[in-house]
T-cell receptor
Framework: QQPVQSPQAVILREGEDAVINCSSSKALYSVHWYRQKHGEAPVFLMILLKGGEQKGHEKISASFNEKKQQSSLYLTASQLSYSGTYFCGTERSGGYQKVTFGIGTKLQVIP | DAGVTQSPTHLIKTRGQQVTLRCSPKSGHDTVSWYQQALGQGPQFIFQ???????QRGNFPDRFSGHQFPNYSSELNVNALWLGDSALYLC??????????????FGSGTRLTVV
């Protein structure tokens, strides 16, 4: 089942902060976050695993509430390069990885 | 360190034809997943290959088939193309289940247009 992302779109000025949310109605093993710029491949940002382990880039932070099956991606002091579409992907088990992606959140950072 | 390589980058096919897309995974990765991304949508899971076998499959018809070779590269085949198959096809590589899970590395994709 596809995770639900919110908001669907957001416009920020450089230096502002944003939070993107992802929720699932099913129990999750992990949540992935990716950013895709127009015409490019999605790029891995962060993975949050059941049990609290996190792996990702230093400048990206995220949280995973296992009880609520919700994850949030925190973008602080936004830069023009943060613009793109952010996808969360969810895995329901730790076996063979079937990652189901949300519809995406379009983020535009303006000067 | 080469990332995921996909070929071709663009393809135009006629309805009813067949197409083969190719993917070479990132060095060190042994698992390949294929996704279909329609314009303005998130990637939709097609299937995943590990040890030359299909391990997981999404909600796609049997017209979509794949293969993984001993060198971990993979092919996606689509038969009897129809207009709705027009999309960006993404290949994603990763480490095998149970190993250090660090997410997917995606290729730049193959843009398929069916006319």
């Amino acid at each position: 089942q596809q995770p639900v992302q919110s908001p669907q779109a957001v416009i920020l000025r450089e230096g502002e902060d944003a939070v993107i949310n992802c929720s699932s109605s099913k129990a999750l093993y992990s949540v992935h976050w990716y950013r895709q710029k127009h015409g490019e491949a999605p790029v891995f940002l962060m993975i949050l695993l059941k049990g609290g382990e996190q792996k990702g880039h230093e400048k990206i932070s995220a949280s995973f509430n296992e009880k609520k099956q919700q994850s949030s991606l925190y973008l602080t002091a936004s830069q023009l390069s943060y613009s793109g579409t952010y996808f969360c992907g969810t895995e329901r088990s730790g076996g063979y990885q079937k990652v189901t992606f949300g519809i995406g959140t379009k983020l535009q950072v303006i000067p | 360190d080469a990332g995921v390589t996909q070929s071709p980058t663009h393809l135009i096919k006629t309805r009813g034809q067949q197409v083969t897309l190719r993917c070479s995974p990132k060095s060190g990765h042994d698992t390949v997943s294929w996704y279909q991304q329609a314009l303005g949508q998130g990637p939709q899971f097609i299937f995943q290959y590990y040890e030359e076998e299909e391990r997981q499959r999404g909600n796609f018809p049997d017209r979509f088939s794949g293969h993984q070779f001993p060198n971990y590269s993979s092919e996606l085949n689509v038969n009897a193309l129809w207009l709705g198959d027009s999309a960006l096809y993404l290949c994603a590589s990763s480490l095998a289940p149970g190993r250090n899970h660090y997410g997917y590395t995606f290729g730049s994709g193959t843009r398929l247009t069916v006319v």
